[in-house]
């Protein structure tokens, strides 16, 4: 992702929607059509800087420049993110390496700070140094992962669908439908779907134990 330059007259309607409007780092970045960590980034150096609106308000676009210049900031170590506690965040629902960068960039306002592209980039690193022994290699249509999402869907009269999810191991492509239920029958018709879609029937298929102990579960109900 490119960085984003501001010219000096949008830096100077940051300060004053932050410092004059008292709007935060979100609505700001979302009226003057930024990025959240750039709002950040700018509202961090006029800080550091030790300005506020009443002293810039008045000030002209080169004086405003000089200012906001960071002191020293080439001989400044890069603020390293706790990747571990990133990598853990990843998991929560909705959470995206985008969103964690501009936290991480909002967080240190007076530090130097990767841009979106290579904290990506060592993120990548991280992760490869992750449960190396564990790699698996799949010889492609060999083996099937099947299961439903946790998440249901919304249906037009208000009641709530199942998703069946399926996936190969090797190519790691995914099938999805909906279902009424997660009962059995259900489940093979997700199944014969998924087959459908893929073309062919895999050497191998591998369930949860939810999925794999279905049929005993409803027989015990019954």
Same mark, same amino acid.
């Given at each position: 992702?490119p960085?984003q330059?501001?010219?000096?007259?949008?830096?100077?309607?940051?300060?004053?929607?932050?410092?004059?409007?008292?709007?935060?780092?979100?609505?700001?970045?979302?009226?003057?059509?930024?990025?959240?960590?750039?709002?950040?980034?700018?509202?961090?150096?006029?800080?550091?800087?030790?300005?506020?609106?009443?002293t %810039?308000?008045?000030?002209?676009?080169q004086?405003?420049?000089?200012?906001?210049?960071?002191r020293?900031?080439?001989?400044?170590?890069?603020?390293?993110?706790?990747?571990?506690?990133?990598h853990r965040?990843?998991?929560?629902?909705?959470?995206t390496?985008?969103?964690?960068?501009?936290?991480?960039?909002?967080?240190n306002?007076?530090?130097?700070?990767?841009?979106y592209?290579q904290?990506?980039?060592?993120?990548?690193?991280?992760?490869a140094?992750?449960?190396?022994?564990?790699?698996?290699?799949?010889?492609?249509?060999?083996?099937?992962?099947?299961?439903?999402?946790g998440?249901? %869907?919304?249906?037009?009269?208000?009641?709530r669908?199942? %998703?069946?999810v399926?996936?190969?191991?090797?190519?790691s492509?995914v099938?999805?439908?909906?279902?009424?239920?997660?009962?059995?029958?259900?489940?093979?018709?997700?199944?014969?779907?998924a087959?459908?879609?893929?073309?062919?029937?895999?050497?191998?298929s591998a369930?949860?134990?939810?999925?794999?102990?279905?049929?005993?579960?409803l027989?015990?109900?019954?």
């Amino acid at each position: 992702m490119p960085k984003q330059q501001l010219s000096l007259r949008m830096i100077k309607d940051v300060l004053r929607l932050k410092w004059h409007a008292q709007l935060s780092h979100e609505q700001v970045a979302a009226t003057l059509k930024i990025s959240k960590g750039v709002v950040a980034k700018y509202v961090g150096l006029a800080t550091a800087a030790g300005l506020d609106w009443d002293t %810039v308000q008045h000030w002209g676009e080169q004086h405003l420049s000089t200012a906001l210049q960071p002191r020293s900031q080439a001989a400044s170590p890069v603020v390293v993110p706790d990747w571990g506690r990133i990598h853990r965040e990843l998991d929560r629902k909705g959470v995206t390496l985008m969103l964690l960068w501009q936290e991480y960039v909002e967080a240190n306002p007076q530090g130097r700070t990767w841009r979106y592209t290579q904290f990506c980039e060592h993120y990548k690193a991280f992760a490869a140094t992750l449960k190396r022994s564990m790699r698996q290699h799949r010889r492609a249509g060999e083996k099937m992962f099947i299961d439903y999402a946790g998440s249901t %869907v919304a249906l037009s009269d208000g009641a709530r669908a199942q %998703v069946f999810v399926s996936a190969m191991a090797a190519s790691s492509c995914v099938f999805a439908c909906a279902t009424p239920t997660q009962r059995l029958d259900d489940w093979i018709e997700g199944m014969v779907r998924a087959l459908h879609f893929y073309g062919g029937v895999p050497a191998k298929s591998a369930a949860t134990d939810f999925a794999g102990n279905r049929e005993d579960r409803l027989m015990r109900r019954n």
